[in-house]
């Protein structure tokens, strides 16, 4: 991979990740103004007999839950994208998307964590 190329994917993968995460945003505000919604619903349609008051503390809990989850899926994407684009190492396997292993490679032209080279060179 070129150091043009390198750059190129660099970019590409931040806006992606930049598009991800206001996706994260919008979900994680939209769900979060909905809470009393969900709750309300909740008290309309629950059969007599069971106490819906555990819905105080099960729903706000159900609520982190499922952000925690789509967060993890956000990880693994990430790694994903960084994969397809060429910004993992192929000798360590290390991610070089930060900003410090970024300028290390375009600068050295070799991965900041094992030293070896990533970049060819060019003519």
Do not use: W
């Amino acid at each position: 991979m070129k150091k043009d190329d390198f750059i190129n994917s660099k970019k590409k993968h931040h806006r992606i990740m930049a598009f991800i995460g206001i996706l994260y945003f919008i979900i994680f505000t939209g769900l979060g103004l909905n809470l009393n919604r969900i709750r309300h619903f909740i008290y309309y349609y629950y059969p007599p007999g069971i106490n819906v008051h555990l819905t105080n503390f099960i729903i706000p809990l159900l609520y982190l839950l499922i952000m925690a989850m789509i967060l993890g899926v956000c990880y693994l994407i990430n790694k994903y994208i960084a994969s397809q684009l060429g910004l993992i190492c192929r000798y360590c396997k290390s991610n070089l998307t930060n900003a410090y292993s970024t300028q290390i490679v375009i600068s050295t032209k070799n991965c900041g964590h094992c030293g070896k080279q990533i970049l060819d060179d060019e003519l």
